[in-house]
């Protein structure tokens, strides 16, 4: 008997011709691109380094166009949104020691919102790996050390033979749900050295995919269908998995109210009748899904920020539709069920019955008027009234960046993201200086509509060096700098924690004469102003800059 496993293709004439003739020249950072290019990349970001410059050089014989940032973190960044925007594994390189050890905040927040990023770096020489101290340039005892704490999987290659198989495995494990950041580091005497491998012609680039048990969507689809007051909280496994539609489906059959984490802004439409939008931060919302009979918590681990700071208590029944197995149950007991969200979704529409339910929309639009009430009550127009010239000026299928500043904070809950992978924020790890580059990474992704960043003063400083990258490449992106001085966020909370600030006030430069500087159309613009100068920036192609003087309040927390 003959198994299908069994069966191998006999090679052609041409490939047997091919393989005994590999054409000259040819190096080991050949066969890291040549497996890149066969895997389905065609696009790789990152920063040259001495000890990877066997890999650059590789480049220039393949066809895999090259973004080069000017700091590693930032190139990390705009290869996390890159992954977002396409689903595919966006390859980083990089070189040893300090390039490698710069991109660690940005592979952080890869991680954090399960973004696939393949990382690849040089290491030293093969006679410096195992811990010696033989003193190479760059050298660490133990660099993937440094990174098994953040990434998803460590590959370290040790001859030429393993690049095709440790790169391969690297992209399989970028994009096995959950999606997340890898890495691969491979010596330089092996990037350098030349090579007799035969072209790398193939690879198999398709994940596992990861089903749920049957018999808990079984379980799953018997609560809900029984449930009295059904609730759905839908995070970034919702919108990294394609669910979408999916998610509005079980909801509609369900009559179930749905609030989106951050981290899964679009996955549900915003003015749907059973929409509780993106309030998620707010004690009326809180109190609404506390009251649930049956809580569908789908693609979030309900972390800080879905949780309303840990001050979320379930009352009811909650299941957990998790493809992360560390964050399956951990804040709160469940059914949890380990699955990519796609297809646990499309196991429940399967076995859920239909539930009538003509009051959910009207017990929605009491929470969303209770909301906008308490909002209302704390004079915020200012505020309120920057965000919607946001929204205005924005093109509904563009898709926006935003950085860790009070704008973002106000987003995160009150913007209507107009779709699912429409707007990102780094509020996974939450780090400073993502905007910027990320937004630059979607551009390269999809060239034919504006991407929109959104950092304040502090973090734009993070990212300044990419408005060269920005008109090198001639990215078609807008960067919105919210201009207050200082760190805006900060210097609240500690005022309010401390009744004053330190360390939060910033000299910083004339952000449109350093943009004019590079090449790159600057405009200052007033909250009054701002819908239109938004517009125009937006509407211009190439990079631009606009920059609001405005110090923008955060509203009142209640999970104090």
Known sequence: MTHDHDLVLRPTEAQISAALNPPPGRNGGDLVVETLAGLGATTVFGL??????????????????????????????????????????????????????????????????????LAISSQVPTAGLGG?????????????????????????????????????????????????????EIPQDVLLAETSIPVVTGGDAFPEELPPRPELTALAAHLLSNAVRPAIIAGGGVVRSDASRKLRQ???????????TPGGKGAFPWTHPLSLQSWIEDRHTTDFLEDADVLLVVGSGLGELSSNYHTFKPRGRVIQIEADLGKLESNHPA?????????????????????????????????????AERIAAQELTLEQDVLASVRRALPADSPSFWDMTILAYWAWSAFDAKGPNHMHSAQGAGGLG???PAALGAAVADPTRPVLAVSGDGGALYSVAELATAR???LNVTWLIVDDGGYGILREYMTDAFGQATATELT?????????????????????????????????????????????????????
């Open 250 to 260: 079980l909801a509609e059959t369900l009559r179930a109210p749905v609030v989106t």
């Open 48 to 117: 040259p380094g001495q000890h990877a410059l066997g890999m650059f050089d590789a480049l220039r014989r393949s066809d895999l166009r090259y973004i080069g940032l000017r700091v590693e973190n930032n190139a990390g960044f705009a290869a996390d949104a890159y992954g977002r925007m396409t689903g595919e594994a966006a390859p980083l390189l990089l070189s040893t020691g300090p390039g490698a050890l710069t991109s660690l905040a940005a592979l952080q927040e890869a991680a954090a919102a399960s973004a696939p990023v």
């Open 472 to 474: 090198q490449y001639d």
């Open 434 to 436: 993502y905007g910027f």
């Open 508 to 560: 910083r430069p004339d952000y449109v004469a350093l943009a004019e500087s590079f090449g790159v159309p600057g405009v200052r613009t007033t909250p009054e102003t701002l819908a239109d100068d938004l517009a125009k920036a937006l509407g211009s192609p190439g990079p631009s800059v606009v920059v609001l003087p405005a110090v923008l309040r955060m509203f009142a927390p209640t999970h104090l």
């Open 132 to 184: 010696g101290r033989h003193g190479y340039l760059h050298e660490l005892p133990d660099q993937a050390a440094s990174f098994r704490g953040v990434v998803k999987s460590v590959h370290t290659v040790r001859t030429q033979s393993q690049i095709p198989s440790a790169v391969e495995a690297a992209w399989k494990s970028a994009l096995t749900a959950p999606h997340g950041p890898v890495w691969v």
């Open 335 to 371: 059914l949890g069920i380990h699955a990519d969200a796609r297809l646990a979704l499309q196991a429940l529409l399967e076995t859920v019955t239909p539930r009538t339910d003509e009051e959910a929309p009207e017990r929605v639009r009491e929470v969303l008027a209770r909301v």
